[in-house]
Structure formats: structure tokens, C-alpha cells
């Protein structure tokens, strides 16, 4: 993994040398200036600090770590609020004590310049309200998903970044995933016909039963809020259509511990071409697969969803590619996105289909497995 080469220097210094060398990189090597030639001295592009919100297993593990492999961006600060947490990261990712913010004083990182991005990491039913206090505060966000506990928490966070002028993407890493890239291609390009079925599986055997996972209020859901979406994303780019109507069911093995939340689900998705997908999501067992069917062949990914170790093929011919982290090309995808202009391919809107559909299932479930539209 590559190491910050400027992690001993004071982080003004930091940050001018990071630019410096992103955008001017001839200057930097020391090319010789030919007399007469007129020097052209291009805006160099600027390299955008995220801060953290939320320093749990996905920030602590997999986002900062990323964050060392990214080129247009960087760990610039965090929110949390367990103290005890504030020195350790301060140890190891050099971040002025400037750059630390709690849940409390979260609204003054507005007067940071440091920060350009907010990266709300926190439990499902915290996103909707961190991503809003943040696009107050002038920032651009990425909040992981699921974006939100509705559809109408998803219009309220993109409502709230249009007013505010800031940019928002959700943490759909895979979309960054080459695998994934070929999979997106399949509906476009059609190399073996019309894609006519999907089938993603998606579960694992979760543990403590105290998590907030488990818990209603702060997940929103089960299995299907957590896992599913997955799931729900890969039959729509593999298809590369909108759903128009869901039929879903539960199972459950242990009413106690999921008493709040769903365990296991099944459920197909109509898209208008005609083509279905079959999916599944589980808290009690392991399974990790995307298949899709063609006219004229298959593609599939398997393991499909993991933040490493993918592997799949299209017709049978293998896929191979080199490994990088896929939160590190998501994040400087963004950082693009913003420097250059446009909008993310995974911006606010793709978590509000999802959500849409979330929301089809859920009544469908409720009604015992009923067709509903979504
Ligand atoms: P964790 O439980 O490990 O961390 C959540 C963090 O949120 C806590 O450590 C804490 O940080 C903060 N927090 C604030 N309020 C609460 C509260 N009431 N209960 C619990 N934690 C609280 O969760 P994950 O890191 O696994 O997941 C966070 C989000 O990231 C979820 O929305 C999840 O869906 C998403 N995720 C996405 C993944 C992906 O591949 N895209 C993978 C894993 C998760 P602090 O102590 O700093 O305040």
C-alpha cells in the first residue's frame, strides 16, 4: 500500500505539496525549461480532503485505508463521537486537531476549508439527517448506503444538496469494481444478445445480536437494507432498466433475534423488456453471487459483492484484472466529478431507485408475497 511521503510535514505544507505535485507533475520531476518555449501553466487540479463521520468497522477498516491509495483526495478529518478514538486516529493518520469534530459541533466544519467532502459512515437511520446538516454546511457528500429509511428521506437529501449547490453520491463501491464495469457493459454493448435474467445472492451469517443492525429504528431493516440493495443494484445495471413491480417473501428461523428486522428474503423484480431477476438476501447464511443470463451466453461474478478476491466471466471467457481497492477508485471518482463537472454516476438518485424498490418489497412482504408495482 502506498505510504503519505508527506505525513511528517505540517498539514498546510501537506496540502500545497499534494496539489503542487498532482497538477504540475512536469515541474515537479525537474524537466528542463527550453529558452523561447512559452510556459503554459495549467490550474492544477485540486486534491479534495473527505472527512469521516461515524469511525466505525467500514471507516476504520476499509475508508481510511482507501484513502491512502486515492490520488485526487484524502483523509483531511473525522466526526466522532467516541473520544477515545480522536488520538488513535490522530496517531496514525497525522489529522490536525483542527480537522476532529463530534456529532455536537459537527455544523462548524462550514468554517473548515480543509474539508471538501463528507463521508456519513454512521448507521442507516443517521444518514438522511448527517447528509442534510452537511449540505448546509456547504460540503459535498458521499453517504454510504443504504441512502436512506425511505424513498422520501432519499428526495429530502437530494432536495437538500440541490439548494445547497453540493455534489452527493452513495457508496456504491462495486460500480468502481472492473468485474462489475463488465457486467455494466452487458445491456449496452449486448455481446450475446438481450440480457433476459439476473439472479444475485447476497447474505451472511450475522453475529452479536445487541447491534444496531438488528434494531428497527437505527437500521431501517434487515437483511434487505443492509445486503439486499446489492442485490437490487446488480439486476438494474445488469439489466439495465427499472424494475416495474416486485413480488417478495420472508423466512424466518429465529423470531428472537430478528424479531424486529427481516432474516431471509426471496424475491423476483420485472423489468419492462420482459427480462425477471431472482434474488435473495440473508442474516443467516452465506451467499455472494451475480449471474446473468443472455440470448446467447452468461456472465457471471462470484464471489460478487466482497471488497477483494472477485472472480467471474463473461461466456466463459475469464476476467482479470488487477487488484485495487474498489473505495479508493469510488472516492477519486468523486473527487473528478467534482473538480471537473457533471454529476456522479452513482448520485443520489441511484440510492432512490433502490430505496423505491426497498419499499416495493416491503409491502410485498407484507402481503404475503403479492405482485406489487413499484
Ligand atoms: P459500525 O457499527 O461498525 O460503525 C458505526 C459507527 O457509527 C460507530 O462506530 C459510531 O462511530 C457511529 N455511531 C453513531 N451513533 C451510533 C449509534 N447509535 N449506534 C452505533 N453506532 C453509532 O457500522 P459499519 O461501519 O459497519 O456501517 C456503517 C455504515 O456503512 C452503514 O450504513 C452500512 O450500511 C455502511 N457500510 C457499507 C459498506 C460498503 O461496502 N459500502 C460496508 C459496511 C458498511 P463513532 O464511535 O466514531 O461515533
Keep these: ?31 528542463p525549461l527550453i529558452a523561447n518555449t512559452p510556459l503554459i501553466i495549467r490550474k492544477p487540479a485540486k486534491k479534495l480532503g473527505i472527512a469521516l463521520v461515524g469511525l466505525g468497522n467500514y471507516a476504520t477498516n476499509q475508508l481510511a485505508p482507501s484513502l491512502q491509495d486515492t490520488e ?3 483523509l483531511a478529518g473525522i466526526v466522532t463521537g467516541t473520544k477515545e478514538k480522536e488520538a488513535k486516529w490522530i496517531e496514525k493518520y497525522n489529522i490536525p486537531t483542527k480537522n476532529i469534530y463530534n456529532y455536537d459541533n459537527f455544523d462548524q466544519i462550514a468554517n473548515n476549508d480543509d474539508i471538501d467532502i463528507v463521508y456519513v459512515v454512521l448507521p442507516n437511520s443517521m444518514h438522511a439527517e448527517y447528509t442534510i446538516r452537511a449540505a448546509k454546511a456547504g460540503k459535498h457528500v458521499i453517504c454510504e448506503k443504504p441512502m436512506g429509511l425511505s424513498v422520501k428521506e432519499c428526495e429530502d437529501m437530494i432536495a437538500a444538496c440541490k439548494a445547497n449547490k453540493v455534489k452527493l453520491s452513495i457508496g456504491y463501491r462495486l460500480h468502481f469494481d472492473p468485474h462489475h464495469m463488465e457486467i455494466i457493459k ?49 439486476a438494474r445495471y445488469a439489466t439495465g432498466e427499472e424494475p416495474i413491480a416486485v413480488t417478495a417473501r420472508e423466512f424466518k428461523t429465529d423470531p428472537v433475534k430478528f424479531a424486529e ?54 461466456n466463459r471467457k475469464l476476467m482479470d484484472f488487477p487488484v485495487k481497492r474498489q473505495q479508493a477508485s469510488q472516492m477519486d471518482n468523486f473527487a473528478q466529478v467534482i473538480n471537473n463537472g ?29 405482485r406489487v408495482k413499484v
Design 1 to 31: 500500500m502506498k505510504k503519505n511521503s508527506f505525513s511528517h510535514l505540517p498539514a498546510s505544507r501537506r496540502k500545497f505539496l499534494r496539489q503542487l505535485t498532482l497538477g504540475s507533475g512536469a515541474l515537479a520531476f525537474g524537466a
Design 342 to 370: 457533471g454529476e456522479s454516476e452513482v448520485s443520489g438518485q441511484e440510492g432512490l431507485l433502490d430505496l423505491k424498490v426497498v419499499e416495493a418489497m416491503y409491502k410485498s412482504i407484507k402481503k404475503k408475497g403479492k
Design 261 to 314: 428486522v427481516d432474516e431471509t428474503v426471496t424475491w423476483e423484480m420485472e423489468f419492462p423488456s420482459g427480462a425477471i431477476a431472482n434474488c435473495t438476501t440473508s442474516y443467516a447464511f452465506s451467499t455472494n453471487r451475480l449471474h446473468v443470463g443472455m440470448e446467447k451466453g452468461t456472465a457471471e461474478v462470484q464471489p460478487s459483492y466482497s471488497y477483494r478476491g472477485l472472480a467471474g466471466h463473461v
Design 72 to 74: 485526487h483526495c484524502y
Design 186 to 234: 452487458l445491456p449496452k454493448e449486448k455481446p450475446f444478445g438481450a440480457v433476459k435474467y439476473v439472479n444475485a445472492e447476497f447474505g451472511f451469517r450475522i453475529g452479536d445480536p445487541t447491534q444496531w443492525r438488528l434494531r428497527k429504528n437505527l437500521a431501517g431493516g434487515g437483511a434487505i437494507m443492509d445486503v439486499g440493495v446489492y442485490c437490487i443494484q446488480g
